[in-house]
């Protein structure tokens, strides 16, 4: 394909990261000249923007940056890594790699992502070489965990909880493969393997699907069970719903258009759930994918990043020209959408025995963040079920991980390994803290405006004994908190979210669906601690009190006026 016919249907002047694309020869740029460079920990602007098509962001230790200023050095440079799998899904072989890459490498951590992936920080340049060859050694792969690429596919995390979730399972890995960037310059600058002759020619075939540029921006895909939408599955560019019928995989239902991010105070940015177009079978999703991610290709803005994601695609052109040129590249028409209904977006804690006979515990993991603390041995722990555990670790959407696949006659051996280092599924935390999320902001992410993971669970107990005081410390209330308005925690979903402004401030929203199937409202804005707990407590205290069977926190605060529900950037009140 050429490079001109690619570009054709953007007209306007592309951004810089467009031109850094396209003279990179398939994301190689300089980058491995740049990695030997030990003058500085930091590396150039253009090698860093395809760092990240290689799973990787440069960062700084933002808390140490003003009095390395004073004293005339550098900012703390290390790098976040992040690594992909499918699913969310590991070998314990593969948890011990990460364990130890994490001690010896990075900071002695693993961050458990919202798109099942794992996340390093703190890797420094020199050791990124050795970290990614140690990850690919154990058969994971960090290439297109970021960038302008389809990012790490989503999937109901327990493949065995039925044979349905198994072949569902198996579709998103098929699609995840498909997906995969084809060139060879990972290959290349990590892996030390011999690089092929120039690639820069029009009609190069190093990358059938993405081309010599790639995507305007990243692309996120989630695959959906019913009753439980576990994944978000309406947050995701496209989303597969699978359909049941008469206890067999019929198809899935398949949505476009969602996305989280936006930009404070610019109305041209904004969250979107996404919407249902149609039907396909099974054998017809892996064409469906693709055909899609060609057009986000083809038609996706190139001159403007922010406006890049599929959501403004479809909203600038119309869902009927989507759905019409989708099946113009398909050949065939999407079948009419069918019936399906989700209950909730959260995990089920604890001990599950699956289709197959073997057992699955799911422990609760605060904010994803897999550590030892004083008292709480977490990271030793599961390295010591890793080293005995014959089944696998699943690592699911809401930042959990489930220790997967334990053989019955093996079952007791892992609950004692549970018991001895205290690990937990939660039990003796409230509802709230175990459906909250939050992601990672200070010290390390560039775009955060205010803390989160630090700072969520100190907030969280100040909420906990309002609710306990309402008799409500079981009730399931999904409540998330991201340090700028980016989305990684998917908090516009949430029924309770703060989103970072500034230091110590937050913008308030309320009203998310329980199910994840509608985006909350701005409540009150740019507030701090005190007014958070001052307007919390008296509605907390009126659903108490005057809720209905079965409705949920985000139902109600809708019923009862506080927020207007938002439906497809309309609100009105319910």
């Not at 962001?57 to 290390?78: C, F, I, S």
């Not at 406006?307 to 040129?325: C, P, Q, V």
Request: aromatic content about 8%; some cysteine.
């Amino acid at each position: 394909m050429s490079e001109n016919n690619l570009l054709s249907p953007n007209s306007a002047p592309h951004s810089d990261v467009e031109r850094i694309k396209r003279e990179s020869n398939y994301l190689r740029g300089s980058l491995a000249e740049t990695l030997e460079d030990r003058i500085t920990a930091s590396i150039p602007d253009d090698d860093n923007r395809l760092m990240k098509f290689h799973g990787s962001y440069l960062q700084d230790d933002r808390d140490l940056r003003n009095e390395r200023q004073k004293q005339k050095l550098e900012p703390a440079y290390q790098f976040m890594v992040r690594v992909r799998a499918s699913g969310g899904i590991v070998t314990p072989e593969q948890w011990l790699m990460m364990d130890r890459v994490a001690r010896q490498y990075a900071n002695g951590s693993i961050r458990l992502t919202t798109r099942q992936s794992f996340q390093l920080h703190g890797v420094l340049k020199w050791d990124m070489k050795p970290a990614i060859q140690e990850v690919h050694h154990a058969l994971l792969t960090t290439l297109a965990a970021c960038g302008d690429v389809n990012r790490n596919v989503m999937c109901n995390p327990n493949p065995y909880q039925s044979e349905i979730h198994g072949e569902v399972y198996e579709w998103a890995c098929r699609v995840s493969r498909h997906l995969d960037p084809r060139t060879r310059a990972y290959h290349e600058i990590w892996l030390d393997e011999e690089k092929v002759a120039d690639s820069r020619d029009e009609d190069a075939d190093e990358e059938p699907i993405y081309g010599p540029v790639y995507l305007p921006r990243k692309f996120k895909i989630g695959f959906a069970v019913p009753p439980s939408n576990d994944v978000d599955v309406f947050s995701q560019d496209l989303g597969f719903i699978a359909v049941i019928e008469e206890g067999r995989l019929k198809g899935f239902n398949v949505t476009v258009g969602g996305g989280m991010g936006m930009m404070h105070g610019d109305p041209n940015t904004y969250p979107q759930v996404a919407k249902p177009i149609g039907f396909a079978t099974p054998e017809q999703i892996v064409d469906v994918a693709e055909k899609t991610v060609t057009i986000q290709r083809d038609y996706g803005d190139r001159a403007v990043r922010k406006h890049a994601r599929l959501k403004y695609t479809i909203d600038d052109r119309g869902i009927d020209w989507f759905t019409g040129e989708l099946a113009k590249r398909l050949g065939w028409n999407l079948e009419p959408a069918r019936p399906f209904h989700f209950e909730h977006n959260g995990d089920r804690y604890g001990w599950v025995k699956g289709s197959d006979g073997n057992w699955h515990f799911t422990l609760f993991i605060q904010n994803g963040r897999v550590r030892d603390e004083d008292g709480y041995p977490l990271m030793t722990g599961l390295r010591e079920i890793a080293k005995v555990h014959t089944g696998d670790f699943r690592l699911t959407p809401n930042q959990n991980l489930i220790i997967g696949g334990v053989k019955t006659r093996q079952k007791k051996k892992i609950e004692a390994l549970i018991d001895q280092y205290g690990l937990t599924d939660g039990r003796h935390d409230s509802a709230l803290r175990r459906n909250s999320m939050a992601c990672v902001a200070f010290p390390t992410c560039g775009l955060a405006m205010a803390e989160s993971e630090r700072y969520f669970p100190s907030l969280l107990e100040k909420i906990e004994p309002m609710l306990e005081e309402a008799g409500l410390r079981e009730e399931d209330i999904v409540i998330r908190m991201t340090g700028c308005p980016n989305g990684c925690a998917r908090p516009m979903l949430a029924e309770i979210a703060f989103i970072g402004k500034a230091p110590g401030k937050y913008n308030l929203y309320l009203g998310g669906g329980f199910a994840g199937e509608r985006l909350n409202k701005m409540y009150k804005e740019n507030i701090g601690e005190a007014e958070i707990l001052d307007s919390l407590k008296p509605i907390i205290k009126h659903y108490a009190k005057e809720r209905r069977k079965g409705e949920h926190f985000g139902d109600f605060v809708i019923r009862a006026g506080y927020v207007k529900e938002v439906r497809d950037g309309q609100e009105f009140h319910a």
